[in-house]
């Protein structure tokens, strides 16, 4: 995406060791919080992802997710619904497909794919959890007419739509 700071990063780049996570996971149990994938790399390209979900909700603990969909195969979302993860958050830029494309440096044809995703994860989860939030930012390029009209074509596979702040680039 060209808003991320990833690319001005100067951090060696590496996996979480699982056992690492774990032993994590076990000290974050015993005060019983929340848990929320997300941070400067998208939660799904964790290769133990599966696993990570598991061993979180195995602990009796509350996880949120927060994603940019485009790894949602059908795979991890098994995982989500299986393991009844608490929510699942779509980020997005911009209020129109065009948008989103210019902003995540994506093709039309990958944002599809993401609402396909959201959509499988939506009919699946037969009105339990995870609770799915589509929430976005506002393009210097977005019009006023815009937010209303992503809003309502949202709502169709969302429990809410959030539109706040913006993106300038």
Same mark, same amino acid.
């Given at each position: 995406?060209?808003?991320?700071?990833?690319? &001005?990063?100067?951090?060696?780049?590496? %996996?979480?060791?699982?056992?690492?996570?774990?032993? /994590?996971?076990?000290?974050?149990?015993?005060?019983?919080?929340? $848990?929320?994938?997300?941070?400067?790399?998208?939660?799904?390209? &964790?290769?133990? /992802?599966?696993?990570?979900?598991?061993?979180?909700?195995?602990?009796? *603990?509350? *996880?949120? $997710?927060?994603?940019?969909?485009?790894?949602?195969?059908? %795979?991890?979302?098994?995982?989500?619904? !299986?393991?009844?993860? !608490?929510?699942?958050?779509?980020?997005?830029? @911009?209020?129109?497909?065009? %948008?989103?494309?210019?902003?995540?440096?994506?093709? =039309?044809?990958? &944002?599809?794919?993401?609402?396909?995703?959201?959509?499988?994860?939506?009919?699946?989860?037969? @009105?339990?959890? =995870?609770?799915?939030? $589509?929430? +976005? +930012?506002? +393009?210097?390029?977005? *019009? =006023?007419?815009?937010?209303?009209?992503?809003?309502?074509?949202? *709502?169709? &596979?969302? !429990?809410? /739509?959030?539109?706040?702040?913006?993106?300038?680039?």
């Amino acid at each position: 995406c060209i808003m991320c700071p990833n690319s &001005y990063m100067k951090r060696k780049r590496q %996996e979480m060791d699982f056992n690492l996570f774990k032993k /994590i996971i076990d000290e974050i149990s015993k005060y019983g919080s929340l $848990i929320r994938f997300i941070g400067y790399e998208e939660p799904l390209l &964790y290769g133990k /992802i599966k696993e990570a979900i598991k061993y979180v909700k195995g602990k009796g *603990l509350l *996880l949120h $997710i927060t994603t940019n969909g485009s790894l949602l195969t059908k %795979e991890a979302a098994k995982a989500i619904l !299986d393991n009844k993860v !608490d929510s699942v958050i779509f980020s997005f830029q @911009g209020l129109s497909k065009k %948008e989103y494309c210019f902003m995540r440096n994506v093709s =039309p044809a990958l &944002y599809s794919k993401i609402i396909e995703n959201i959509k499988h994860l939506y009919k699946n989860r037969k @009105g339990q959890k =995870p609770y799915i939030k $589509i929430t +976005t +930012t506002i +393009t210097d390029r977005d *019009l =006023p007419a815009d937010k209303n009209k992503f809003i309502k074509e949202y *709502l169709n &596979y969302a !429990d809410e /739509i959030q539109v706040s702040g913006f993106t300038h680039f």
